[in-house]
């Protein structure tokens, strides 16, 4: 019967129509037309009971093919890494798990300083002065650095971000510039790097930010040295758009001249999840602390000389006064940069710098191999780190649906966001990658080809 998921009895039900002064359930439906009510009963199958509907669903599950079930070669901005037990085990305790956002600081001194942790953490590995306690997600961190470097420059409203920055990044800025007289103009690539030349020709006095990211949408890495210079010399601040996982064997940007860094967190402890939550990091020189988005956790001490944690910085403009704010941004994503701090600190420096010596030298030992089987080119000449571009005979879509039915997810088809480079694929290869399922890649895509 129609009731029998319901937990009230017939009894209940009687009670509760007597207490409305209804006769039966239909009179509650009297206001609504019959031609629009259901004149025949639903044709469901028979009722199953807890554990028989438990089983039924463990039955469809094994349908799913889970991450866990293939050998991952995507990224592309969300990266299959090793995530150690001890994050899922932290970040899973009551404390951390519920919180809401610190307004309370004498009773939120845990949270506190775990986010003043991970900004901590986040300044030493992008070289910068001042991180906030995260952002949404990456794409959201880069639009909101480009609208605070516009704010941060006298009059300056045009805002140059590299062809090379992800698809994604790039869609996401042009949708927060809208209506605010904000110019965004796109600096071609040239051999999966940006053209250095064109940044020269399209920067000038309008110019308030450069936006480059390193390693690029391609995997390659930039310039960010000689770009910084470029910018700085036109009057305008170098974004730089990072990895940070590649932070571990690359110079920290800003000691190779950015002004502001951002990117996506999720390779720091958090689950491929089906694309979130994610983290976005966000680190700057120590001029735009007033002009940050989002929250910045401070350390001091009470009156009576001991350490205590404060949100030292939460500009009341994306509170109250909005209309003259740098940004509306006034929440954050506390339980994974919690989980970023865990993962960072459990790892140390060694291990950090570890994980991404695999991550390169593997990612390398994959490209030579690829480059050397027929049908198969590099895809650029470039320097890379985890990610790299290679260019097969056949299309993309073709070798991936065959690498799927043999359990491996293949890279992604580059030829969708950029239509000159058909037949092109993004390989990501990280330290979850063994030597066998590299060569099984190598081997299967050389079959195909």
């Known amino acids: 019967m129609a009731w029998s998921y319901l937990p009230h009895t017939s009894e209940d039900r009687k009670s509760m129509l007597e207490a409305i002064g209804a006769t039966s359930v239909n009179e509650l439906f009297v206001d609504i037309p019959q031609s629009l ?136 800025l042009a949708t927060y510039v809208q209506d605010q007289s904000i110019t965004i103009t796109v600096a071609p690539q040239a051999y999966g790097v940006t053209d250095f030349n064109s940044i020269e020709t399209l920067a000038d006095d309008t110019t308030a930010a450069v936006i480059v990211q390193c390693p690029n949408f391609f995997g390659n890495v930039e310039d960010l040295r000689s770009l910084g210079r470029l910018a700085h010399a036109k009057g305008a601040y170098l974004i730089a758009i990072v990895d940070p996982i590649s932070l571990g064997v690359l110079e920290a940007p800003g000691k190779l001249g950015a002004d502001i860094v951002v990117g996506e967190g999720q390779s720091l402890g958090l689950a491929l999840a089906f694309g979130g939550p994610y983290l976005g990091f966000f680190a700057a020189a120590e001029k735009f602390m007033r002009k940050m988005p989002g929250r910045i956790v401070g350390q001091t001490t009470d009156n009576q000389g001991n350490r205590g944690f404060v949100l030292t910085i939460q500009a009341r403009e994306q509170h109250i006064r909005r209309g003259k704010a740098t940004s509306n941004i006034c929440s954050n994503e506390a339980l994974c940069a919690l989980a970023a701090a865990i993962y960072m600190s459990s790892l140390g420096k060694n291990g950090f710098r570890e994980v991404a010596y695999q991550c390169l030298q593997k990612a390398h030992y994959a490209h030579a191999a690829l480059a050397a089987t027929t049908g198969c080119q590099s895809g650029f000449g470039s320097r890379f780190f985890k990610e790299f571009c290679i260019k097969t005979d056949k299309p993309v879509a073709y070798i991936n649906g065959k690498l799927l039915e043999q359990r491996i997810l293949g890279g992604l088809d580059i030829g969708k966001y950029y239509p000159e480079l058909e037949n092109v694929m993004l390989i990501c290869v990280t330290e979850k990658r063994t030597k066998e399922e590299i060569d099984r890649l190598v081997r299967e895509v050389g079959a195909l080809l």
């Open 37 to 172: 009510r259901l004149n025949e009963q639903l044709k469901l199958p028979p009722s199953l009971s807890e554990p028989e509907v438990v089983r039924h669903l463990a039955e469809l599950a094994k349908a799913n093919k889970g991450l866990q079930d293939l050998t991952c070669f995507r990224g592309a901005g969300a990266y299959d890494h090793y995530i150690p037990s001890v994050v899922d085990h932290i970040i899973r305790r009551s404390e951390f798990y519920t919180a809401y956002t610190q307004y309370q600081p004498e009773i939120s001194q845990g949270y506190l300083q775990a986010l003043w942790e991970y900004q901590s953490m986040i300044c030493e590995i992008t070289g910068m002065e001042v991180a906030n306690a995260s952002m949404y997600d990456g794409g959201t961190a880069i639009a909101e650095a480009a609208m605070m470097a516009v704010a941060a420059s006298a009059k300056r409203t045009k805002v140059i971000v590299a062809k090379a920055v992800h698809p994604h990044y790039r869609a996401i």
